[in-house]
T-cell receptor
Framework: GAVVSQHPSRVICKSGTSVKIECRSLDFQATTMFWYRQFPKKSLMLMATSNEGSKATYEQGVEKDKFLINHASLTLSTLTVTSAHPEDSSFYIC???????????FGPGTRLTVL | DQQVKQNSPSLSVQEGRISILNCDYTNSMFDYFLWYKKYPAEGPTFLISISSIKDKNEDGRFTVFLNKSAKHLSLHIVPSQPGDSAVYFCAASEAGGTSYGKLTFGQGTILTVHP
């Protein structure tokens, strides 16, 4: 149990376009989902915390207008990178916290490349 | 400011021997610690966790030790297997003994287990 999926797994887009990444908890309800970003050979950095039905909480330095997060249901959160630029190229990973549990479970990640 | 540090970028161990991965933290408010295993281009997989009220937690071949006074934790893998080769991240949370809140990750340690 506690499976988290992400779609797409890999996306290449042109500079200036927007990209949407989906994060789904497949076999549990997640009251809270988290979005992380990992640069090559670096640690995972939390971007934002997403609670179902409310606005996301962004970490310091993360532009909320650039990284739009929508937690539409207890099993789905989306991250939209708006007007993507090459510096947004990274590995984006979501995690979900099952209701009543105390461990976050991570998705497989999405590799974004902006040309 | 790196609040969670894994000072060894890599570790090489012979199959069957013990692997010891270390992690230090500076934030005394952290009260819940986790170890994740990660393969390239995949999301982290939860391994084991420990609350600050304990100093040891064991699960099969994996044991985590916590020394609160030294702000140090370690992951022991015995016996090590080639399939354990991956990047290991330690993470910490200050959300009342859960990972409900933000996870702060270390930089990761690449473990290579040689047959």
């Amino acid at each position: 149990g506690a499976v988290v999926s992400q779609h797409p797994s890999r996306v290449i887009c042109k500079s200036g376009t927007s990209v949407k990444i989906e994060c789904r908890s497949l076999d549990f309800q997640a009251t809270t989902m988290f979005w992380y970003r990992q640069f090559p050979k670096k640690s995972l950095m939390l971007m934002a915390t997403s609670n179902e039905g409310s606005k996301a909480t962004y970490e310091q330095g993360v532009e909320k207008d650039k990284f739009l997060i929508n937690h539409a249901s207890l099993t789905l959160s989306t991250l939209t990178v708006t007007s993507a630029h090459p510096e947004d190229s990274s590995f984006y990973i979501c995690s979900a916290l099952p209701r009543g549990r105390d461990t976050q479970y991570f998705g497989p990640g999405t590799r974004l490349t902006v040309l | 400011d790196q609040q969670v540090k894994q000072n060894s970028p890599s570790l090489s161990v012979q199959e069957g021997r013990i692997s010891i991965l270390n992690c230090d933290y500076t934030n005394s408010m952290f009260d819940y610690f986790l170890w994740y295993k990660k393969y390239p281009a995949e999301g982290p997989t939860f391994l084991i966790s420990i609350s600050s009220i304990k100093d040891k937690n064991e699960d099969g071949r994996f044991t985590v030790f916590l020394n609160k006074s030294a702000k140090h934790l370690s992951l022991h893998i015995v016996p090590s297997q080639p399939g354990d080769s991956a990047v290991y991240f330690c993470a910490a949370s200050e959300a009342g003994g859960t990972s409900y809140g933000k996870l702060t990750f270390g930089q990761g340690t690449i473990l290579t287990v040689h047959p």
